[in-house]
């Protein structure tokens, strides 16, 4: 009898090694951890919900994490582990983990895929070796200087009395690229290098970015109009509600934020306009349903993600919203 089982098994891990699976993984069901730094933030909302809907169609668990910290980075891939999950996707809550989080993937056998910020190493070099989807940051931070002089041309301001309100976070690489992107595209189309006020804001939330905001308008009387970009629609959001507080309302302000989820999309469907004018709104659909599906065919297939896909974004105002997120592939809201 004994042997009779044990030839049994011995057969179903042949036919399932001739497939090109090996037997233990082709039994154990596929779960996936995706972590995200900032579980509040609409845009990381929308990235879980297509990532459950990848979920959904291959037939695997989705083990949703927020991880604010290092800390809680590393509780949680030893969670995963514990729980036998296979692999996980994460945005970190601060790039220079980097080297810490390869390390810990590796010890607890888990494959590992980053989205929107890039890990980097100890010289802050992109770690290459870790398949990577994120935005192309300085591309999508030209489009937003353009959706901006665009802007100003039509309203017909000098530009010399028009400030604009950089909200900056140095620290993260994509952040410094997409508004890097937008000073460019502006001093080359003649705005005054001088009229660009840099606002740091401490952390990529909006009330941060209100408290930056602020304080560039405060110490800038001069100017009679502004304009405002940053990383995303959360730093744009906060400089137009510092903005508003100091008398700049839709007709003196032109905020374009990247991102399009809930924030923005909230702000153009208020009776009336206000200075956030415009959003170029990116793919959360790419990065939580893609990378899942990307994940779970490494799991499964052994087949690698490609190490850096780079996804684009389309401006939206309050008067074509719909319609791009059509053209995006993303459902009415
Ligand atoms: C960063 C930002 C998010 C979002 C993503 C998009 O993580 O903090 O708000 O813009 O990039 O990739």
Not at 101 to 119: E, S
Not at 282 to 307: F, N, V
Request: aromatic share 6%.
């Amino acid at each position: 009898m004994k042997r009779r089982i044990f030839l049994t098994l011995a057969a179903a891990a042949v036919t399932s090694m001739v497939a090109g699976v090996p037997a233990a993984q082709a039994a154990d069901p596929v779960k996936i951890g995706f972590l995200v730094k900032q579980p509040e933030e609409p845009w990381f909302q929308d990235e879980w919900k297509f990532a459950e809907a990848a979920a959904k169609k291959d037939g695997f668990t989705l083990v949703k994490i927020g991880a604010q910290s290092g800390e809680k980075v590393m509780s949680a891939i030893d969670n995963l582990h514990a729980q036998q999950a296979q692999g996980f996707i994460i945005c970190t809550p601060d790039v220079k983990l980097g080297p810490g989080i390869v390390a810990k993937a590796k010890a607890d056998g888990l494959k590992m895929m980053t989205v929107d910020d890039r890990l980097v190493d100890g010289s802050g070099k992109p770690i290459d070796s870790v398949p990577h989807m994120g935005i192309s940051a300085y591309n999508i931070g030209q489009q937003v200087g353009k959706g901006l002089i665009d802007e100003i041309k039509k309203r017909g301001w000098d530009m010399k009395d028009v400030g604009a309100i950089d909200v900056t976070y140095e620290q993260l690489p994509t952040a410094h690229d997409r508004t890097q992107g937008a000073t460019d595209i502006l001093v080359a189309s003649g705005f005054p290098k001088a009229n660009i006020i840099a606002a740091p804001q401490a952390k990529t939330d909006t009330e941060n970015a209100f408290n930056a905001a602020n304080i560039a308008i405060t110490k800038n009387p001069q100017f009679k109009h502004w304009v405002a970009y940053g990383l995303n629609d959360e730093a744009v959001l906060g400089a137009v509600r510092a903005a508003e507080g100091r008398g700049f309302k839709a007709d003196n302000m032109i905020g374009i934020g990247i991102g399009g989820s809930d924030s923005a999309l909230n702000e153009f469907k208020k009776p009336n306009p206000t200075g956030f004018y415009g959003t170029v709104i990116i793919s959360p659909k790419r990065h939580g349903e893609e990378t899942s599906e990307l994940m779970y065919a490494w799991i499964t297939q052994g087949k690698e993600p490609p190490k850096l896909t780079l996804t684009t974004g389309m401006l939206a105002t309050r008067d074509n919203v719909g319609k791009v997120r059509e053209e995006m592939g993303l459902a009415a809201k």
